[in-house]
């Protein structure tokens, strides 16, 4: 998600994105025998220990909350926990 919509710009500035696997977090799986057992929001988990939140924080939950259910879906993923276990 981040090579396509940030890739072009940041390519553009001399700092390409090297690595966005399309399968995500399964890359690992593949690799090193991982398996996912669940995903944590970055968002979510600052606010749950008691982080100070960023600026708008307020505009960008409505923002989230007006987006389409899949993009929903995808951006707890998109700067978020990611739990692993070796299978």
């Known amino acids: 998600m981040i090579a396509k919509t940030w890739g072009s710009a940041l390519a553009a500035g001399g700092a390409p994105f090297r690595f966005a696997p399309e399968d995500g977090t399964r890359f690992f799986g593949e690799l ?18 008691g982080r100070a939140e960023v600026r708008l924080a307020w505009l960008w939950t409505l923002l989230a909350r ?13 700067s978020g926990i990611v739990p692993v276990e070796e299978r």
Do not use: Y
């Open 32 to 49: 090193h025998g991982w398996r996912e057992f669940g995903s944590r929001s970055m968002w979510q988990e600052a606010r749950r220990v």
């Open 66 to 78: 007006l987006s389409p259910g899949c993009r929903r879906e995808r951006m707890p993923r998109f």
